[in-house]
């Protein structure tokens, strides 16, 4: 699976964006997509993911209520849907993917990764 991932910008603190990642490859399912995040300095944090079918979604709880996770299969596409961001937001963030059914928080569970969008929020 190739992942590509698109939308990230500067935006002002509690404004929008939606970011988007596209997959490709006959090995597209099942899949759980995810999004992480690595500001500088530090490590590469969970912030959501979601089911083959998309009846199940996580969250990391600092984004709890403000990002939603969503995708589309016959398009293979997972879009992340950021509202409310503050400057704590900002980071390189990455879709990825893992085959199966299982969701998982754990970037060390994911086999394929774009690379990344930055994303910038000022106060």
């Known amino acids: 699976v190739q992942l590509q991932a698109s939308g990230g910008g500067l935006v002002q603190a509690a404004g929008s964006l939606r970011l988007s990642c596209a997959a490709s490859?006959?090995?597209?399912?099942?899949?759980?997509l995810g999004w992480f995040r690595q500001s500088p300095g530090k490590e590469r944090e969970f912030v959501a993911t979601?089911?083959?079918?998309?009846?199940?979604?996580q969250y990391a709880d600092s984004v709890k209520g403000r990002f939603t996770i969503s995708r589309d299969n016959t398009k293979k596409t997972v879009n992340l849907q950021m509202n409310s961001l503050k400057p704590e937001d900002t980071a390189v963030y990455y879709c990825?993917?893992?085959?199966?059914?299982?969701?998982?928080?754990?970037?060390?569970?994911?086999?394929?990764w774009g690379q990344g969008t930055l994303v910038t929020v000022s106060s």
């Open positions: 990825a993917a893992r085959a199966g059914l299982s969701l998982s928080t754990n970037a060390y569970g994911y086999n394929y």
């Open positions: 490859g006959r090995s597209f399912s099942p899949t759980v």
């Open positions: 979601i089911s083959w079918n998309g009846d199940s979604t």
